[in-house]
Nanobody, 122 residues
Framework: QVQLVESGGGLVQAGDSLRLSCAAS????????MGWFRQAPGKDREFVGC????????YYADSVKGRFTINRDNAKNTVYLQMNSLKPEDTAVYYC???????????????WGQGTQVTVSS
């Protein structure tokens, strides 16, 4: 099993920055990809971006490309989602996920964190 714990959410104003963290523990050797997703009220869970466990590859949704960056700290088994130039439409619960495939489909990820709320006011 893999346990994922997110942190760093909060209330910010449009244009601000925020960094989310996702700490992984347990059988982390089984993880090949870490993904970030978000879900706004009444909407489906949406892919934000992902990073290979080695950190060598990243991929982002068009909606966040150029504003969001994913990186990781190998020593801490932690992945970060740096969010800049935040917009009200970025408001959602953000989840990190772990899996074996470099994909955007949330159904392909095996482990999920509990989520952290990000609210961007205009």
């Amino acid at each position: 099993q893999v346990q994922l714990v997110e942190s760093g959410g909060g209330l910010v104003q449009a244009g601000d920055s925020l960094r989310l963290s996702c700490a992984a523990s347990g059988r982390t050797f089984s993880i090949l990809v870490m993904g970030w997703f978000r879900q706004a009220p009444g909407k489906d869970r949406e892919f934000v971006g992902c990073i290979s466990w080695s950190g060598s590859s990243t991929y982002y949704a068009d909606s966040v490309k150029g504003r969001f960056t994913i990186n990781r700290d190998n020593a801490k088994n932690t992945v970060y989602l740096q969010m800049n130039s935040l917009k009200p439409e970025d408001t959602a619960v953000y989840y990190c996920a772990a899996g074996s495939y470099f994909v955007t489909d949330p159904a392909r990820y095996d482990y999920w964190g509990q989520g952290t709320q990000v609210t961007v006011s205009s």
